[in-house]
């Protein structure tokens, strides 16, 4: 089965039967809904996590992946040695599932640049995670 992601402005929303990425400029954003084939493993994902970019190093681009078990309002942001920012790559209403964010980094310079992602729940509950990646020109 495929599935088609489209903004609505609000949230990211799935179509079945069709391709199933957003571009947005140079970010392009795969979500995959958390369905199983196993009655163990069906259902919505269990816990907050944001992964390890691959590929790591990387140049010029590499993907983001993180993974909602519930509506989020996320903030994901790329920033450079001593902290500045240097990239948002999503900002808004997510609901539960994975998301793949492609972050393409040939603006930058070679070094070691962090990624962090803030997602605060409806309750007001957050969760903050940060990694961190390799860019070799």
Same mark, same amino acid.
């Given at each position: ?10 949230? +990211? ?9 957003? $571009? +947005? ?8 809904? *958390? ?8 259902? #919505? !994902? ?10 790591? !190093?990387?140049? !010029? @681009?590499?993907? %983001?992946?993180?993974?909602? !078990?519930?509506?989020?309002? %996320? ?5 450079? *040695? /001593? ?14 599932? $994975?998301?793949? /964010? ?5 603006? +930058? #310079?070679? *070094?070691?640049?962090?990624?962090? /992602?803030? @997602? ?7 969760? $903050? ?9």
């Amino acid at each position: 089965m495929r599935w088609k992601h489209y903004f609505t402005g609000e949230r +990211l929303s799935t179509v079945s039967g069709a391709r199933d990425e957003l $571009r +947005l400029g140079d970010i392009v954003i795969t979500a995959t809904p *958390g369905t199983s084939y196993d009655d163990e493993q069906a259902g #919505s !994902p269990r816990a907050f996590r944001l992964e390890q970019n691959y590929p790591n !190093p990387f140049n !010029p @681009a590499t993907v %983001i992946s993180f993974t909602l !078990p519930e509506p989020a309002n %996320i903030r994901l942001a790329v920033y450079d *040695g /001593i902290g500045r920012e240097v990239a948002l790559l999503a900002n808004g209403q997510f609901g539960e599932g $994975r998301y793949d /964010i492609r972050f393409d980094a040939s603006r +930058l #310079s070679s *070094g070691i640049y962090f990624y962090q /992602i803030r @997602a605060v729940l409806k309750n007001g509950e957050e969760y $903050r995670q940060t990694r961190n990646m390799a860019l070799v020109k």
